[in-house]
Nanobody
Framework: VQLVESGGGFVQHGGSLRLSCKAS????????MGWYRQNPGEEREMVAT?????????YYADSVKGRFTISRDDARDTLYLQMNNLKSEDTATYYC????????WGQGTQVTVSS
């Protein structure tokens, strides 16, 4: 199982970024996928999750509702996170996650939002 995030970077307050997570080693379309984020010294928190079927239910942290959109392309085994109207409090390392019975994490991609 491998999860590889990309798309992080430095952006100004109010800007946008799109994160991607390329998955391999499991049946991507069948599993709920999630984005989490973490800052040093803090607990990792859920940002958004999406179920593994057509019309899948999406969940968002209250702090990102209306600004972030999670989506998936099962043909490309890729998970996305569109982040709009970014705020300084969104600064964190963002991780892709899947629970296959055991949990798997990507290596993370850094997002830094200037105030």
């Amino acid at each position: 199982v491998q999860l590889v995030e990309s798309g992080g970077g430095f952006v100004q307050h109010g800007g946008s970024l799109r994160l991607s997570c390329k998955a391999s080693g499991f049946d991507f379309s069948s599993f709920r996928m999630g984005w989490y984020r973490q800052n040093p010294g803090e607990e990792r928190e859920m940002v958004a999750t999406i179920g593994g079927y057509v019309g899948a239910i999406k969940y968002y942290a209250d702090s990102v509702k209306g600004r972030f959109t999670i989506s998936r392309d099962d043909a490309r085994d890729t998970l996305y996170l569109q982040m709009n109207n970014l705020k300084s409090e969104d600064t964190a390392t963002y991780y892709c996650y899947v629970d296959l019975g055991s949990g798997y994490w990507g290596q993370g991609t850094q997002v830094t939002v200037s105030s």
